[in-house]
């Protein structure tokens, strides 16, 4: 574990020198936690074919290439507030649609619940649209944290993927186990039917909350 702490804080080190002096942006940060998964990656790679862990590190940065070109595009970037301004602007939009988009399935699943429960139905039945505010959850999820504000840069969209994964399959566990059981009448069936899901979701979320990076701004 310590050993990892070490050379996760060699990479860090690393890649902020690479770009030291550069303007902060949000295409910065998006390139620096590129930079260094991509690191990580061919690190873990070359030590798995048996190489030392100071001989992986070099041989992952030479393997980066010659990156001045990409430094001076950052450099740029950073200077360039009207660009800047223009990505902000078109990723907030993004996440506002996904956001809105995810509140109105979230509606749709609760509202058709209560209508199918005051429609009499079988609870089993009842709690099917229930399904819609799994989906919309995830979708609220991911559009928040890929939301630039003013103290936070916008989180990695892959990262962003598996935390709304998790917390869908969270929300899912409890619909699975509301329907399983109401479908069978055994707490038992509903209790394992839930257990999976939720371990797998809350295993997710601790994974990630374990990794995470910080994303306020300076």
Known sequence: MK?????????????????????DSQQLFDLK??????????ISDYIKSGMEEDDAFKEAVSSLGD?????DDMRDIGQDKARQAVYSSM??????????????????????TAMLYFMGLPLEAVTGPII???????????????????????????????????????????FV????????????IAISSFM?????????????LFTEVDRKKK
């Open 33 to 42: 936690e590129e930079l260094t998964t991509n690191l990580k990656e061919k």
């Open 177 to 188: 186990a509301f329907t399983s059981g109401f479908a069978t009448g055994q707490l038992f």
């Open 132 to 174: 819609f505010v799994v989906i919309g959850g995830a979708i609220v999820v991911y559009s928040f944290l890929t939301r630039e504000t003013s103290h936070k840069y916008a989180m990695n969209k892959v990262r962003a993927i598996i935390y709304a994964t998790a917390i869908g399959l969270i929300l899912f566990s409890l």
């Open 67 to 71: 990156l001045s070109g990409l430094v």
């Open 3 to 23: 050993r990892n702490s070490n050379l996760d804080q060699r990479i860090q080190t690393y890649v902020n020198k690479l770009f030291s002096g550069v303007g």
């Open 91 to 112: 990723t907030s939009r993004i996440s506002t649609a996904g956001l809105i988009a995810g509140i109105l399935v979230i509606l749709f699943g609760v509202l058709t």
């Open 196 to 208: 999976v899901f939720f371990l797998i979701g809350v295993g997710l979320l601790l994974f990630l």
